[in-house]
């Protein structure tokens, strides 16, 4: 089972230029979510999705952007990147029925440096 | 603000002793989850507890939920070498798909 497949696994990127970070995921699980993890800290929500064609921000938005065009691929766009996002992002999925919040499932996740 | 604190930060012991992590806050979660994370990898489930006071055992792991389900705790009995890593908690909330994150314990077991 893939699970959630991420790419690239690690990428040098110079300030100011732009990449996708691709997210799939072959569960046919409604929720996505992008996270980014600093070194001695948790987990921090970028962008999340609900479903295909469904996005919306979370805690740490500003200099990313996403898209869900369909119910298995949630690509995470950097646009200008900067020192700052140097990071390991993190792509998961889960299944939410009502109330009930299930596991996330996680990819391996994309070292980030910005030089 | 939702916060989930945990502690201790960093906990380094030898293999063979027990030890305690700890998931605090002042918010009521309906569920939490405890995920551990390997060097290079994402976060794996563990368990999920959901009721107050819920007790669950995973071999030489038992996770608690505090009784008002605004804390947890992780006791692991006997470590071992493979127990070595960040070990996160997770909280949720009914109606919200977005977990809350604790910053994880680092946990190291020397042989």
């Known amino acids: 089972n893939a699970g959630v497949t991420q790419t690239p696994k690690f990428r040098i990127l110079k300030i100011g230029q732009s990449m996708t970070l691709q997210c799939a995921q072959d569960m046919n699980h409604n929720y996505m979510y992008w996270y980014r993890q600093d070194p001695g800290m948790g987990l921090k929500l970028i962008y999340y999705?609900?479903?295909?064609?469904?996005?919306d921000k979370g805690e740490v938005p500003n200099g990313y952007n996403v898209s869900r065009s369909t119910t298995e691929d949630f690509p995470l766009r950097l646009e200008l990147a900067a020192p700052s996002q140097t990071s390991v992002y993190f792509c998961?999925?889960?299944?939410?029925?009502?109330?009930?919040?299930?596991?996330?499932?996680f990819g391996q996740g994309t070292r980030l440096t910005v030089v | 603000t939702q916060l989930l604190e945990q502690s201790p930060q960093f906990l380094s012991i030898q293999e063979g002793e027990n030890l305690t992590v700890y998931c605090n806050s002042s918010?009521?979660?309906?569920?939490l989850q405890w995920y551990r994370q390997e060097p290079g990898e994402g976060p794996v489930l563990l368990v999920t507890v959901v009721t107050g006071g819920e007790v669950k055992k995973l071999k030489r792991l038992t996770f608690q939920f505090g009784d008002a389900r605004k804390d947890s705790s992780l006791h692991i009995t006997a470590a071992q070498t493979g127990d070595t890593g960040l070990y996160l908690c997770?909280?949720?909330?009914?109606?919200?798909?977005?977990?809350?994150w604790g910053a994880g314990t680092k946990l190291i077991i020397k042989p």
């Open positions: 997770a909280g949720a909330k009914d109606s919200n798909y977005q977990l809350i």
């Open positions: 918010s009521v979660f309906s569920s």
């Open positions: 999705s609900v479903g295909a064609g469904i996005t």
């Open positions: 998961a999925s889960s299944y939410v029925a009502g109330h009930q919040n299930t596991e996330a499932f």
